[in-house]
């Protein structure tokens, strides 16, 4: 970790600020509720470059180009808008060896209301595991920093994408409204 | 904007792709970075003369702008290129919209439209008679965004593109040769090189 302040009490301030402590500058998103705190305080710091983009594989392509250009990034997604980035992956990320950071607010598990949303988490992992990217299912607020710096440190280190789940467990999730 | 003074797709002439790049690369004089869409733009590029700022995609269809896009914010102050075919960019189209949101001054997309799905055996693209890409982008909120009439057109298009700054889109009508040339198959070397020639890496 570096010199700067990791806040730790709350999930999405600890993300901020870890990004921040490893200068990770953009962050592109496709919008999701769970993640609407820490896009509302990406958007806040101008320490950040932080857009909406129309879809996840279009988010990895801005990041990919600015890490060719010296500038690291963050895509923000839910678990469906992961189902639309296998190809990108196989094709661009990982072939190129770019060091995008993904960050997958997990829906379909823990009191899901959608069946689509659980059906398609259960792609999620396998198709992770199929093209050998790292993934991180985040549960707990005292190793999420740990968990990301470290993560982020290796990602540009190897040159290789990594992937982090951020369960209900952490986020609180989405609720079901009956 | 589309306006009386620019042609429609219709009125276009129809050119050739390997010719335009050549032109188009020869105008390239302060390491502006180009963006080569998967594909026959890409091949064209690639033999219109190798640059250390040229990034050629193997892969991943329709993210030759969001790619130039991710450039353009990194470096503002150097003017970047997307080339991209008809059927790429149709797969792709909400990344106008996020062009045009972000207005990066530093960006400019060209496409090469020959309405079919050249490399693939030559079936018909949308834009090969109902969907007019210029207009598309001008609904986006590209404004300027234009059909280039013929080749001296072209030409001072991109020319006013690189020196009044965008974002600005310019379509050209391509006939349905192929591309000249295939680019290495080596995706590590390519974004290396291109990260040298952007500066990012000695």
């Known amino acids: 970790m570096t010199d700067m302040k990791v806040r730790s009490g709350v999930w999405h301030e600890t993300v901020l600020d870890t990004l921040k402590a490893n200068d990770v500058r953009l962050a592109v998103y496709v919008p999701d509720r769970?993640?609407?705190?820490?896009?509302?305080?990406?958007?806040?710091?101008n320490f950040f470059t932080c857009f909406a983009c129309t879809r996840e594989e279009e988010a990895l392509g801005i990041v990919s180009g600015a890490w060719m250009g010296g500038v690291r990034g963050a895509v923000l997604m839910q678990t469906s808008g992961f189902a639309t980035i296998?190809?990108?992956?196989?094709?661009?990320?990982?072939p190129s060896q770019i060091p995008a950071l993904i960050f997958v607010s997990e829906r379909g598990t823990l009191g899901e209301f959608n069946l689509g949303q659980a059906m398609v988490l259960k792609t999620m992992r396998p198709v992770l595991d199929a093209l050998a990217v790292d993934h991180h299912t985040i549960t707990r607020q005292d190793e999420l920093a740990f968990i990301l710096d470290r993560s982020i440190k290796q990602a540009v280190a190897i040159q290789q994408p990594v992937v982090f789940i951020l369960s209900p467990l952490l986020t609180g999730g989405k609720l079901f409204k009956a | 904007m589309i306006s009386m003074t620019r042609p429609s797709a219709h009125n276009a002439k129809v050119m050739n792709r390997f010719v335009l790049t050549q032109r188009l690369v020869a105008q390239l004089k302060h390491e502006e970075a180009v963006i080569g869409g998967i594909g026959n733009a890409n091949f064209d590029l690639w033999s219109s003369g190798q640059r250390p700022q040229n990034?050629?995609?193997?892969?991943?269809?329709?993210l030759a702008v969001p790619?130039?896009?991710?450039?353009?914010?990194?470096?503002?102050?150097?003017?970047?290129?997307?080339?991209?075919?008809?059927?790429?960019?149709?797969?792709?189209?909400g990344c106008l919209a996020t062009v045009a949101v972000r207005a990066p001054k530093n960006l400019t997309i060209v496409v090469w439209d020959n309405g079919i799905y050249q490399i693939t055996g030559g079936q018909e693209t949308a834009s090969a008679g109902t969907a007019d890409l210029v207009a598309i982008a001008a609904g986006a909120g590209i404004g300027k965004s234009a059909w280039a009439a013929d080749e001296d057109e072209f030409d001072r298009l991109f020319a006013a593109a690189l020196r009044d700054g965008g974002p600005s889109l310019i379509a050209a009508r391509i006939d349905d040769k192929p591309g000249v040339g295939t680019t290495d198959r080596d995706p590590v070397q390519i974004r290396a090189r291109f990260m040298q020639g952007l500066g990012v890496r000695r």
Request: aromatic share 4%.
């Open chain 2, 55 to 62: 990034f050629y995609m193997l892969g991943s269809m329709g």
């Open chain 1, 34 to 45: 769970v993640l609407t705190p820490l896009i509302s305080a990406l958007h806040a710091d």
């Open chain 2, 67 to 93: 790619i130039a896009l991710g450039v353009a914010i990194a470096q503002p102050q150097r003017h970047v290129v997307a080339l991209e075919g008809d059927g790429s960019l149709l797969m792709q189209l």
């Open chain 1, 86 to 94: 296998p190809n990108a992956l196989a094709s661009l990320v990982l």
